[in-house]
């Protein structure tokens, strides 16, 4: 069974530029998250998504952040204008069931994003 | 508002010691507890899931408790060897499959 994919593995781009990073999940999971993992810390919840419905985004910078995930398969996590604190690890996880049961994760290798 | 903490924030052990990592979480409403296992520039490896009607749980030379009461969970990892050289994290679930992580555990593993 193929793990989550994720691109790019890594990102350099300056202040106020944009970026977008893709998910791909293992198939047939219905659930999808974006983590954001700053240096030293542990991975911080952004988005959540059932097929294609948002089912909790309260800790998505909305202003600058927007994720979508049209078909229910892969996502897309975008930031525009990215800041310099945007700079971090972006994991992406998919989980097999409805979310309101209790699944494992599993997560991607990441995209590793440095704001210049 | 639930907050996970890991002590300590590094370690560095020679190898065939045994290491022994802590964390605590605030909100003892939790479905289960897991140990993860980060190495550098890769995602996230799940090692342990401990229920939260379960004491501990064991795989190969990893063990790890939980006392939801007290709001701990230690994760013991029995001879190490440098291929244990991570970060560990821990992580509670809560409801909606919603992960709350702890800030890791790096651990170096000196030959």
Partial sequence: E?????????KIIEKRQSVAFWCNPISGHA???????????????????QNNGVVDD????????????????????KIQPAKLEDSAV?????SSRAVDSLET?????GTRLLVL | KQEVTQIPAALSVPEGENLVLNCSFTDSAIYNLQWFRQDPGKGLTSLLLIQSSQREQTSGRLNASLDKSSGRST??????????????????TAAG???????GTRVLVKP
């Avoid at chain 1, 193929?2 to 890594?10: I, L, T």
């Avoid at chain 1, 994760?105 to 290798?109: E, I, K, L, T």
């Avoid at chain 2, 499959?97 to 800030?103: H, M, P, R, S, Y």
């Fill in chain 1, 2 to 10: 193929a793990g989550v994919a994720q691109s790019p593995r890594y």
């Fill in chain 1, 31 to 49: 659930t999808l998250y974006w983590y954001q993992q700053i240096l030293g810390q542990g991975p911080k919840l952004l988005i959540q998504f």
């Fill in chain 1, 58 to 77: 309260s800790q998505l910078p909305k202003d600058r952040f927007s994720a979508e995930r049209l078909k229910g398969v892969d996502s897309t996590l």
């Fill in chain 1, 90 to 94: 972006y994991l992406c996880a998919s």
């Fill in chain 1, 105 to 109: 994760q599993y997560f991607g290798p």
């Fill in chain 2, 75 to 92: 994760l013991y990892i029995a001879a190490s060897q440098p291929g244990d050289s991570a970060t560990y994290l821990c992580a509670v």
């Fill in chain 2, 97 to 103: 499959n919603k992960l709350t992580f702890g800030g």
